[in-house]
């Protein structure tokens, strides 16, 4: 765990340049360091307003942290973070018969992808960041 705990130390105390060293070479390391704005709002929100952000939710302690049981990937893997409060809400009745995750990403939980790399595990896609690239067609 303390590969997670470095990138979510960097999200939290808001250090652009730990978190880049906490990241494994990727799309999200790169629109990171370039300062991409949507990238910024996903981590850390905007203006004024954090929630939906990943630091919105890793700043409601106690956290669990647990492994996505569909992750297959040996050289990756993936975890589900839920402040324990979120958790317990969206905890079903039997949930041995409901698969994870439970209740809405960035809202109740975080999915994280963590890759092997020289270094360790390495935070790959800033806890599930999905650009809005304008398509381009014709």
């Known amino acids: 765990m303390p590969d997670e705990m470095s990138a979510f130390r960097a999200i939290i105390s808001h250090n652009p ?17 370039a300062g991409n704005t949507e990238l910024r709002a ?14 919105s939710l890793l700043t409601q302690p106690p956290l669990c942290v647990m492994s996505d049981p569909a992750a297959t ?14 958790y317990d ?4 009745a039997d949930p041995a018969a409901t698969p994870l995750p439970y209740g809405v990403s960035n809202r109740d939980y975080l999915r994280c992808r963590f890759e092997q790399t020289a270094n360790g595990w ?13 398509t381009i067609t014709g």
């Open 73 to 86: 990937d040996l050289s990756a893997r993936e975890i589900l973070v839920y402040p324990q409060s979120r």
């Open 89 to 92: 809400a969206v905890l079903p």
């Open 122 to 134: 390495a935070l790959a896609d800033a806890c599930n960041f999905q650009p809005r690239y304008a």
């Open 42 to 55: 996903h981590i850390w929100g905007s203006n004024g307003e954090t929630r939906g952000s990943v630091v």
């Open 17 to 33: 340049e730990a978190l880049a060293a906490a990241m494994a070479p990727g799309m999200a390391r790169n629109e990171l360091t």
